[in-house]
């Protein structure tokens, strides 16, 4: 009897190794994203030299975020109280005395192979100088170490201000303390905390407690005063600089103990940053960077709004009266629809070169007819009382000359009425065309549906209606007299 083939068993280490594979291949794909993503933000800038005032900074750093991209380059803040050694891990960190101990401002950057070569530059748009280093590592990726003033350097409100600042444009954060944890520091580690980013929480000095009573403030840290901030694995043991004691034999032969700076006992902060980037190194900068991106393209947006809406409400306001004395004025139903699509569509024209986003005469009806659907039932009463009330006009009309002129009060009330409904449907129109041509022609993560629900909720029909209808009697009076 013929032996049945044995089944090949899979081996687990492949399957990770595939997995891996998978892993690595989907990050490159979302980097590959984020660079063209942030590559099109900053192509799609148009604002005047006026609308940029106040904002160069967030428009060069936009620039330096696509630089970053495009070097694999892992920005990691050090935050800390003078004293707790800070620039001595910075030190140990790159292995060289960059940084002297103390508090530093300025900029350093220094870039790593075997031999560290250094290099220096400042940040762009900081309010205090920041000191930064970068280490160019495995995974064709760079590490930029970027030092900051000590948090009780500063005052409360403008450390706060420095911490969010630099903690939104980087990638880790790294905290040191010397002991335990003072209110100030608790206070730091926690707004730092809100800005969502990866954080390692190191203890520094450790050289400088007898072992019990390092463990005793490791644990009061680890179970008590973090706990709901950091997890075991985000908290390391460090000594920078570690104090040694060595005998050292005197002219006379006697020996006495002198302290010298011993090795740096740093290598748990160095794998858990290795760790952390060899995991999601290149994630992070995908991910932060288009976070950035996306915070700034929402300044813009707003200082485009601010300039270039007010041109907008004058433009939408020039559509809705000319829209709705047409529709009054005109006695067929049918064709005030019609001339009513054909005005709303010149005003998206319009705005559109406002805004300097080319949009065809079909591309404008199609965004006409999605902002429409989008309404939904919303308007569905308005459609249905415009219809009501352009019937009910050209009946009136119809009996102008029928009645001598008599029905000629109420055919004007009916048609102003008819033509502020109009107006006002107009009028939504034009703003939700405004909101999505200052997005640059994007709905944005919320969707068309809910920035329309939005813009609706936020009108003050009754006030439009009014406006319209007090207008437009004018107008007619005036045609009439």
Excluded: C
Excluded at 163 to 168: G, N
Excluded at 187 to 209: C, H, T
Excluded at 235 to 251: D, G, M, Y
């Amino acid at each position: 009897m013929p032996e049945l083939p044995v089944e090949e068993s899979w081996n687990p280490e492949e399957l990770d190794r595939a997995i891996l594979a998978f892993e690595k291949i989907q990050e490159e794909l979302n980097y590959k994203q984020a660079q063209e993503s942030l590559r099109a933000s900053i192509d799609r800038i148009d604002l005047t030299k006026e609308e940029q005032a106040g904002l160069e900074s967030q428009i060069d750093r936009l620039t330096a975020m696509l630089d970053k991209l495009e070097n694999s380059v892992v920005e990691i803040a050090v935050f800390g109280m003078v004293g707790r050694g800070k620039s001595s891990v910075l030190n140990a960190l790159i292995g060289k005395e960059v940084f002297q101990v103390g508090p530093l401002h300025g900029v350093t950057r220094t870039v790593e192979n075997v031999n560290w070569q250094l290099s220096y530059e400042s940040i762009p748009g900081s309010d205090r100088d920041l000191k930064r280093i970068t280490i160019s590592g495995s995974g064709n990726y760079q590490i930029q170490l970027i030092d900051t003033p000590g948090i009780d350097e500063v005052d409360g409100e403008t450390r706060e201000a420095l911490a969010r600042q630099v903690a939104q444009q980087v990638d880790l954060i790294l905290f040191i303390i010397a002991g335990d944890l003072t209110k100030v520091e608790y206070n730091a580690l926690s707004q730092l905390r809100e800005v969502g980013k990866p954080m390692l929480l190191a203890f520094n000095k450790i050289d400088q407690y007898p072992e019990a009573d390092r463990l005793a403030i490791y644990h009061k840290i680890r179970d008590e005063r973090v706990r709901s901030l950091l997890s075991p694995d985000e908290i390391v043991t460090i000594a920078a600089s570690p104090l040694v004691v060595q005998a050292v034999k005197r002219a006379d032969g006697s020996l006495k103990m002198v302290r010298r700076r011993g090795k740096p006992q740093i290598e748990s902060l160095k794998q858990k940053i290795l760790e952390i980037l060899h995991r999601e190194g290149k994630s992070l900068v995908a991910i932060n960077t288009m976070l950035y991106a996306d915070e700034v393209n929402q300044q813009l947006v707003q200082r485009k709004m601010e300039i270039r809406g007010s041109a907008a409400d004058r433009l939408i306001w020039k559509g809705v009266t000319l829209k709705a004395v047409a529709i009054a004025l005109n006695p067929v139903t049918f064709i005030d629809l019609f001339t009513g699509a054909a005005i709303d569509v010149a005003t998206i024209l319009a705005l559109s070169r406002l805004y300097g986003i080319p949009m065809t005469q079909k591309s404008a009806l199609d965004l006409l007819q999605k902002i429409g659907v989008s309404m939904g039932g919303i308007s569905a009463s308005q459609i249905l009382a415009y219809l009501g009330l352009g019937s009910l006009k050209s009946l009136l009309g119809i009996a102008v000359p029928i009645t001598g002129g008599g029905s000629l009060a109420p055919y004007l009330s009916v048609a102003i009425t008819q033509a502020a409904v109009a107006g006002v449907f107009s009028y939504a129109i034009g703003q939700v065309t405004k909101t999505y041509l200052a997005n640059g022609a994007s709905w944005g993560p919320e969707g068309p549906k809910t920035v329309v629900k939005n813009i609706l909720d936020s009108l003050d029909e009754a006030s439009i209606l009014s406006r319209i209808k007090s207008e437009l009697s004018a107008k007619l009076t005036q045609k009439n007299s």
